[in-house]
């Protein structure tokens, strides 16, 4: 790290002048070359690994889920209609289909963003939407609509 | 119902923003080639910012993956508007980093260490104009390492990646005025340590 430049001179220099020798050291470290594949494949590996549910969530997770059964069953032998899709189509006419609630759309019309972009098959099950298993690696044109946050709102398959 | 927007509008980051936006959205699908894209971007100056933090390599390394596995992961914690990504992420790895600190692998404390000690001149306007004889690069990282952690992370932040006060605050998790006040009594601590009477500005 020592410049000798620096080294042989005598000069006094301000504490600004140290500061920018130290910026000027620190600008030329770069990661390690290995550590974006090692980014990479971390980040594949926790996509692909479900978090761990906290202890004693488990007791609380299936007795949700019995739940949902039991009320979905009532739901049908009672013949009820089920509340229409709300939260899942916002404006079937743009073809897109809402990922998030009705409510937490944006309600200004400038805060949305639209972004085109292509996924794997595999990811349009994780989405929600139906796909075919045995073209699961295929890439499938789509739209987003993007909250500013980088949420996304909806998506929209491209043919 | 509200109405479905139809068309892409550039919000108040600007496109810049907007682009940094639409790749966090295709990581947020599992987009591998868009999280390569962002850690091309971002991971230099967080890589920077932990190893000018801990000066340990590996655990500097280790804490830029952290972050970005946290982006991939987990998306939606990124929030555009509260501030850039490269904010969101060096906040990240400084949780990384604290949690080894936590876990007493560091001998220094990740502690706030803002009360006066003897040597600090309260009174010292613009310390950067201190006088030190001719420093090498090796002296005054020497300097900096001997700084107690927050005011070494508060000198890191502002003087060495310049970055604004308001990120700087962001990623540390302090008030603005905590972080001014502490840049201010760092620049004077490592005045001190390199040789400046700060009693006697020049």
């Known amino acids: 790290m020592t410049d000798p430049r620096h080294d042989r001179a005598t000069s006094p220099i301000t504490l600004a002048q140290a500061l920018r020798l130290a910026a000027a050291e620190l600008a030329r470290q770069e990661p390690p070359p290995a550590l974006q594949a090692r980014v990479l494949a971390a980040a594949r590996a926790a996509r692909a690994t479900p978090p761990p549910l906290r202890r004693g969530w488990g007791r609380w997770a299936t007795a949700a889920a019995c739940a949902c059964v039991v009320g979905v069953s009532a739901l049908l032998m009672l013949r009820l209609t089920p509340p229409g899709p709300a939260h899942r189509l916002a404006a079937p006419a743009q073809g897109f289909l809402a990922l998030v609630p009705a409510e937490a759309w944006p309600r200004e019309a400038t805060t949305a963003w639209l972004v085109s972009t292509e996924l794997q098959g595999e990811r349009l099950a994780a989405l929600g939407l139906p796909y075919d298993p045995s073209r699961a690696g295929d890439r499938v044109r789509a739209e987003l609509l993007l909250h500013p946050s980088g949420e996304v709102l909806a998506v929209r398959l491209v043919p | ?202």
């Open chain 2, 1 to 202: 119902m509200m109405p479905l927007v139809p068309f892409v509008a550039w919000s108040a980051g600007g496109p810049a923003q907007a682009d940094t936006a639409a790749l966090v959205a295709q990581v947020a699908v599992g987009d591998s080639a868009a999280l390569a894209e962002l850690y091309r971007r971002e991971a230099a100056a967080v890589y920077r910012y932990a190893l000018a933090f801990c000066g340990n390599p590996g655990w500097s390394a280790d804490a830029t993956q952290e972050a970005f596995v946290a982006l991939a992961t987990r998306p939606q914690r990124f929030d555009a508007t509260r501030g850039s990504l490269g904010a969101y992420l060096a906040g990240v790895a400084r949780h990384a980093l604290a949690a080894r600190w936590r876990e007493g692998f560091a001998a220094q404390p990740l502690t706030d260490d803002d009360e006066p000690t003897e040597g600090d001149a309260e009174g010292t306007a613009s310390p950067e104009t201190l006088l030190l004889r001719r420093q090498s690069s090796d002296e005054v990282w020497a300097a900096l390492r001997r700084l107690p952690a927050p005011f070494r992370e508060a000198l890191v932040l502002v003087d060495l990646q310049e970055r604004p006060y308001a990120e700087a605050a962001r990623i540390a998790g302090i008030e603005l005025n905590t972080l001014r006040t502490r840049v201010h009594r760092a620049r004077l601590k490592l005045a001190a340590l390199l040789g400046a009477d700060p009693r006697d500005p020049s």
